[in-house]
């Protein structure tokens, strides 16, 4: 159960989009569709942003998206926006009912 | 809405156990696998276990698997974790986090107790230290 690996950091400037790269296994980011994505502000519990690897829930800009190649997942931010300097996880289902996260991307918004 | 209230945390010293408990409300809790998460000072996220929505699959991961223990109780709409044989590096908020779906089969008959975390508590900080 080692932990999805991502970047540490992006940044862009307001308007601009930065991608956040998650890279797994074919046992977990390759094996299933269940690749969701989430951002956590200072303190705050983290926030669900993607689902399904490419889904949006209700009430998330389509500023966000999300896709998957291989073992590889990417989340997407469109047009930065101030708010969305964050924290950012992706996490996969893992086999056996068993799940893992990423290692975290700190987004600065420059 | 949907709301998760941990509670239970503090300072335990290793080896001794703790008892965190999250009060659900806001939507059908039999109705849904529940988590938890959790996230050491500084830190990234870490799955920690879940528990089917009748509370009869229980799944953990390897660095607690034998230690904690996920439960549920349907008719309180609350959730358990019981904390045995504490070490300094489960220091860590705890969070009650809501699966979005599970408890069905696929196609090929594979089970899915869960799949997703789509609803989060505050979290309870659980601090190991002697």
Known sequence: QSALTQPPSA?????????????????DVGGYKYVSWYQQHPG????LMIYEVSKRPS????RFSGSKSGNTASLTVSGLQAEDEADYYCSSYAGSNN???GTGTKVTVL | QVQLVESGGGVVQPGRSLRLSCAASGFTF?????????QAPGKGLEWVAVISYDGSNKYYADSVKGRFTISRDNSKNTLFLQMNGLRA???AVYYCA??????FYDSSGYYYVAVCVDSWG???????SS
């Open chain 1, 11 to 27: 940044s862009g400037s307001p308007g601009q989009s930065v991608t956040i790269s998650c890279t797994g296994t074919s046992s």
């Open chain 1, 44 to 47: 705050k519990a983290p926030k």
């Open chain 1, 59 to 62: 009430g998330v800009p389509d």
């Open chain 1, 99 to 101: 799940f893992v996260f």
């Open chain 2, 30 to 38: 039999n109705n849904y696998a529940i988590h938890w998460v959790r």
């Open chain 2, 89 to 91: 590096e489960d220091t």
């Open chain 2, 98 to 103: 809501r699966d979005q779906g599970g408890g």
């Open chain 2, 122 to 128: 505050q979290g309870s900080l659980v601090t190991v």
